[in-house]
Nanobody
Framework: QVRLVESGGGLVQAGGFLRLSCTASGNVFSIRNMGWYRQAPGKQRELVAK???????NYPDSVKGRFTISRDYAKNTMYLQMNSVKPEDTAVYYC???????????WGQGTQVTVSS
């Protein structure tokens, strides 16, 4: 079992930046891959960044070049650096991990990011 807590959300102007954090506790040794998702009003939850145990990252075109995902194993923490933010980035951002040997999935409660024009 893994517990995830996000932090770092808030209000930011377009063109600005934020850094989101996700700290894991519990059975952190079971964590395999980690990722950030977001859900805007009226839209489906979508992947914005993921990172594997090997450090391989993946981003959709909508955020590529602006967002960067990273993880600190010593601190059991994952980060999402958000640069050059746009109003369309406004959403609740969720931390997600999957585990091994069983592929369970765990979610944080989310942190609100609001980008003003």
């Amino acid at each position: 079992q893994v517990r995830l807590v996000e932090s770092g959300g808030g209000l930011v102007q377009a063109g600005g930046f934020l850094r989101l954090s996700c700290t894991a506790s519990g059975n952190v040794f079971s964590i395999r891959n980690m990722g950030w998702y977001r859900q805007a009003p009226g839209k489906q939850r979508e992947l914005v960044a993921k990172i594997t145990r090997a450090g391989v990252t993946n981003y959709p075109d909508s955020v590529k070049g602006r967002f960067t995902i990273s993880r600190d194993y010593a601190k059991n923490t994952m980060y999402l650096q958000m640069n050059s933010v746009k109003p369309e980035d406004t959403a609740v951002y969720y931390c997600n991990v999957d585990t091994f040997p069983s592929t369970n999935s765990y979610w944080g409660q989310g942190t609100q990011v609001t980008v003003s024009s």
